[in-house]
Each structure stands twice: as structure tokens, then as C-alpha cells.
């Protein structure tokens, strides 16, 4: 794996001291340029946690993939780049309130001069900065988050919604292992009731917005408008080369 031509599959074309500026500047520069997605859970080929693996689907063949794989390659480039990186388990809260597979999300926590930051790229439509875990709600194109003290070692990430917050997810901040994940990743690649085995799912950040292919429909947010399309089959390939830069063969 090299770190060099990771850094330029996410149009970075240099390498800094690990600061919290250039930690942004990776995340968002991640976000614009490698997508969210679930096609080879969709095609059932297995997704092995393995960072090798991650590099060469990611990396060499420019795809996607969801949190295990972007979050667990996104660990390793930065602990090469000299970061102070963990990689964490989560658990997703559903709208309804309930709560998904326990510790079912894997996402990272970076510390930058004692202060730690949640830095999450394999979340979908979420936050394009880090936020740190002392309380303060950060703001992007994509709303406001931030994270609350629920008890030692565990917070939630939540997200403003008009006049209340909205918890995403619970974090503990106790480093995993990759593998620690394994059954997890089974789960949500061959399980009825896994939300990434019911429809096709690719989704990026723009500049001022998201694009999202969901099943038959294509959504694209900007700051002023959404606007959503039906999509045929016979068009699926050629979208997801033409907005997520996706090549299936």
C-alpha cells in the first residue's frame, strides 16, 4: 500500500504535519471523492476486513464501500501520515428511535494536542469536519453535530434538527480492532435485516451538497433544492460512472 497514491484517489496532492487543519482537509477531500456505497453486498461478494483489500477496491479500482472499509483504509492512511488514531465502535440509532446492531459501526477518533476529534468517513450523509468530544456542535453544508457526555467513555453524536438534536449514533471511545468487527460485517452484508442488503446504495459529498443513488431513485441535494429522479435499470452503470465515478464490470 502507499500512502501517496491514496492521498491523490482523494485529490490531495501533498503531505503535511498532522494538524488539525490538514486532519479537515483529508476528511472533506475523502468525502468529495470516494463514495459511500453497497454494491458488492448487493452483487453478495464478500467484503473480508482486511486493509489490503480495502486499498486495492478503493484505491486501485476506484470504488466505494461502506464504514468498515472506509473508515478502517482511512485509519491506516493516517496513522502512516503520524496521526494519534483509534478506530471505534458505535452503535447506529434508527429514526424510530430503536437502536441498531450493537457496536455495529466503526468509525475513528483522532487526538490533536490533547483533544480528541470523532472523524468519521464511512457514515454516508454526515459531517465533513472532525468534531471534538468536548461538547462544541461543528457546521458544514450538511448541518450542525455535535457530541454529548452520556458517561465515562461514552457520547453520543447528534445532529441538529430545526429547534433539537437528533442522536446518529453511540460511540465509546475504547479502540478496536479491525477484526473485533467480523461478525458485525456479516451481519450487514447477508443479513435480511441489514439495512445495506435491501436496495442499491451510493452516496458523495459535492461542494455545496450530496448525491445519492437509492435503489430506482437519484437524489441530488444542493443549498437551494432537491431534486429527485426515477431511474430505469439500463441506467444504473452509466450513473454510477458518471457521478460516483464507479466502472463496474
Known sequence: MNKSHYLHRIGVSYVSNPTLDYLTYLQEQHMLHIP??????????????????????????????????????????????????????????????????????????????????????????????????TGEFVT???????????????????????????TKYRVSVKAK?????KTMCEFNQTSPHSPFTKALLATIATKDGR????????TITTKSQKQKYEVKEHEVHTLLHKHFHIQLS
Open 36 to 133: 459511500f456505497e453497497n454494491l458488492d453486498v448487493i452483487k453478495k461478494v464478500p467484503i473480508v476486513l482486511n486493509v489490503d483489500h480495502f486499498y486495492e477496491k478503493v484505491v486501485n479500482h476506484l470504488r466505494g464501500g461502506f464504514c468498515y472499509e472506509l473508515n478502517g483504509l482511512f485509519h491506516w492512511l493516517l496513522a502512516e501520515l503520524d496521526y494519534d488514531v483509534k478506530l471505534l465502535a458505535s452503535t447506529v440509532q434508527r429514526d424510530d428511535g430503536s437502536w441498531a446492531l450493537d457496536e455495529s459501526h466503526a468509525t475513528n477518533m483522532v487526538t490533536i494536542k490533547g483533544i480528541p476529534y470523532l472523524v468519521d468517513v464511512g457514515f454516508g450523509d454526515s459531517i465533513r469536519k472532525p468534531v471534538p468530544f
Open 140 to 166: 458544514d453544508v450538511s448541518g450542525s453535530y455535535r457530541l454529548t457526555y452520556i458517561e465515562d467513555g461514552i457520547y453520543d453524536f447528534q445532529k441538529k434538527l430545526e429547534t433539537e438534536w437528533k
Open 177 to 181: 480492532q479491525l477484526q473485533e468487527f
Open 211 to 218: 448525491i445519492t443513488l437509492s435503489g430506482s431513485t437519484l
